[in-house]
């Protein structure tokens, strides 16, 4: 998903900070899809949060101008207005205005959307819609952490892993939030505050359970020891039981074996592939599940 903000007020894009009436601002009468709008027009903490970890196209009516390209860093609700504070980011190659025109269908923006005041959030993939450009999002700005609570979010993906494997899987989800930075992720340590409780176990098996999609494993000798990958690997062998398979990613980073990992199960063996390749494989998957889901029933 992506933030677009259009406005008719000259240089807007110039300073740091904005402001919109708030009946403009993720409404569904504002070209925003009626889900997004219900959940995330609400402005509570979650929605704050989601809405900043999205890419950000600032534009002006009329789009004679090229967009820019940047990220929301906070967001004020205020008696009438929103106020946002934001980041623009310098980036080539990037789209003129002319290839801006020219993709809005693709990028959602439809009727007289161009010559509105107003803000919307719209259901797409920037990076895939800006690949044939040659283009590559930026990564957020540095210094925004997760503040809402796990058990709170719903995670596009999950990871287990020991300890030891840690600086690799670092290097993995610095790559996949350049792939995707308004991807959720559920990762440990950017979740430290709200993991520092009684009953852990509990509360992990729910985030695994209930609040993740895809669940990626890196599977090694020290995965099979760790009292804590045990626990996140009960919730995993449940969704393989269930024959939920789509919802899970194993990775080997080691030939040690795990129980419950047979022969005939297929793996990404991370000795052969560097975190750049491996995160673009995770990315891969977010994108069939969000395929998925944007489907109709049949």
């Given at each position: 998903?992506?933030n677009?903000l259009?406005t008719g007020e000259e240089n807007?894009?110039s300073?740091?900070m904005?402001?919109?009436p708030?009946?403009?601002?993720v409404?569904?009468?504002e070209?925003?899809?009626?889900?997004?709008?219900e959940?995330?027009g609400?402005f509570?903490?979650?929605?704050i949060?989601?809405?900043?970890?999205?890419?950000?196209?600032f534009?002006?009516?009329?789009?004679?101008?090229?967009?820019?390209l940047?990220?929301?860093?906070n967001?004020?609700?205020?008696?009438?207005?929103i106020?946002?504070?934001?980041?623009?980011?310098?980036?080539n190659?990037w789209i003129?205005?002319t290839?801006?025109r020219?993709?809005?269908?693709?990028l959602d923006i439809v009727g007289?959307?161009?010559?509105r005041t107003?803000?919307?959030?719209?259901?797409?993939?920037?990076?895939?819609?800006?690949k044939?450009?040659?283009i590559?999002?930026?990564v957020?700005p540095?210094?925004?952490?997760?503040?809402?609570?796990?058990d709170r979010?719903?995670?596009?993906?999950?990871?287990?892993?020991?300890?030891e494997?840690?600086p690799y899987?670092?290097?993995?989800?610095?790559?996949?939030?350049?792939?995707?930075?308004?991807a959720?992720?559920?990762?440990d340590f950017?979740?430290?505050?709200?993991?520092?409780?009684?009953?852990l176990d509990v509360y992990?098996?729910?985030?695994y359970?209930?609040?993740s999609?895809?669940?990626?494993v890196?599977l090694s000798?020290d995965?099979q020891?760790?009292?804590?990958?045990?626990v996140?690997?009960?919730v995993?062998?449940?969704?393989?039981?269930k024959r939920?398979h789509d919802?899970?990613?194993?990775?080997?980073?080691?030939?040690g074996?795990?129980e419950?990992?047979l022969a005939?199960?297929?793996?990404?063996?991370?000795?052969?592939?560097?975190?750049?390749e491996l995160?673009?494989?995770?990315y891969q998957?977010?994108?069939?599940?969000?395929?998925?889901?944007?489907?109709?029933n049949?």
């Open positions: 998903m992506f677009l259009v807007a894009w300073g740091k904005y402001s919109l708030k009946e403009r601002c409404r569904s009468s070209y925003t899809p009626k889900a997004i709008a959940r995330l609400t509570s903490i979650e929605a949060e989601e809405l900043r970890s999205f890419p950000s196209l534009t002006y009516e009329g789009f004679n101008e090229p967009p820019l940047g990220w929301l860093t967001i004020k609700e205020r008696s009438n207005n106020v946002l504070e934001f980041k623009i980011e310098q980036v190659p003129d205005a290839q801006f020219a993709m809005a269908p693709v007289w959307e161009s010559s107003h803000w919307a959030v719209k259901e797409v993939a920037l990076i895939e819609e800006l044939p450009y040659d590559i999002l930026p957020g540095s210094g925004i952490v997760p503040i809402a609570s796990p979010i719903e995670f596009d993906v999950a990871f287990s892993f020991p300890g494997s840690r899987v670092e290097a993995v989800l610095k790559k996949l939030k350049q792939l995707i930075p308004q959720t992720i559920f990762y950017d979740f430290q505050a709200f993991l520092a409780r009684p009953g992990l098996a729910n985030i359970r209930n609040r999609k895809l669940l990626v890196f000798s995965y020891r760790k009292q804590w990958c045990g996140e690997w009960r995993i062998r449940e969704a393989i039981f939920e919802r899970v990613m194993l990775i080997k980073t080691d030939n074996d795990v419950g990992i005939t199960d297929g793996y990404i063996d991370a000795s052969r592939h560097s975190p750049h995160a673009y494989f995770i998957r977010i994108q069939e599940f969000k395929q998925q889901s944007s489907m109709p049949q």
